[in-house]
T-cell receptor
Framework: EAGVAQSPRYKIIEKRQSVAFWCNPISGHATLYWYQQILGQGPKLLIQFQNNGVVDDSQLPKDRFSAERLKGVDSTLKIQPAKLEDSAVYLC?????????????FGPGTRLTVT | KNQVEQSPQSLIILEGKNCTLQCNYTVSPFSNLRWYKQDTGRGPVSLTIMTFSENTKSNGRYTATLDADTKQSSLHITASQLSDSASYICVVREGGSNYQLIWGAGTKLIIKP
């Protein structure tokens, strides 16, 4: 079974530029998550999708971050414009359901550096 | 406030030695607690999940314990190997209708030959 795929793996941009990340979850997984992980910290949930609907985006900085999951499969996360503090690893995860005992499977992440 | 605190922040041990990582939480209501292993440059991978009624759960050389009364968990690694070098993250899921995940900052473990 293929795992969660993410691209690109690394990205370096200047502040105020835009960037987009792509995620392809495990086939058949209805729930998709985007996390931000700053160096030395645990992941912070940015947004959770159930199929193509948003379940939780309470910690997404909506003035600059946006995400979509068209057709309930692939997802993109965009930052526009980027700030220095956005430097982090952006992890995508998927699970078969969004309920309490369901394991999340993570992709390798995209390391973003904003200069 | 719901929090998960891990200690130590980092740990260096020699290959073959045992070690124990700690996780204290204030999450309430409680649903479950999961330990993840995160290799450098990779996403976290689940090691164990424990519910309220479980005290101990093993996965190979990894043994997790849970004391729901004191809200403490530990992850014990036996006969460490170089491949155990990673960050270990404790995650607690809230109970009730919210069921948010509260993530710890992780313990960075380095195994030296």
């Amino acid at each position: 079974e293929a795992g969660v795929a993410q691209s690109p793996r690394y990205k370096i941009i200047e502040k105020r530029q835009s960037v987009a990340f792509w995620c392809n979850p495990i086939s058949g997984h209805a729930t998709l998550y985007w996390y931000q992980q700053i160096l030395g910290q645990g992941p912070k949930l940015l947004i959770q999708f159930q199929n193509n609907g948003v379940v939780d985006d309470s910690q997404l900085p909506k003035d600059r971050f946006s995400a979509e999951r068209l057709k309930g499969v692939d997802s993109t996360l965009k930052i526009q414009p980027a700030k220095l503090e956005d430097s982090a690893v952006y992890l995508c995860a998927s699970s078969s359901r969004g309920t309490s005992g369901t394991e999340q499977y993570f992709g390798p992440g995209t390391r973003l550096t904003v200069t | 406030k719901n929090q998960v605190e891990q200690s130590p922040q980092s740990l260096i041990i020699l290959e073959g030695k045992n070690c124990t990582l700690q996780c204290n939480y204030t999450v309430s209501p409680f649903s479950n607690l999961r330990w993840y292993k995160q290799d450098t440059g990779r996403g976290p991978v689940s090691l164990t999940i424990m519910t309220f009624s479980e005290n101990t759960k093993s996965n190979g050389r990894y043994t997790a314990t849970l004391d729901a009364d004191t809200k403490q968990s530990s992850l014990h690694i036996t006969a460490s190997q170089l491949s155990d070098s990673a960050s270990y993250i404790c995650v607690v899921r809230e109970g009730g209708s919210n069921y948010q995940l509260i993530w710890g900052a992780g313990t960075k473990l380095i195994i030296k030959p």
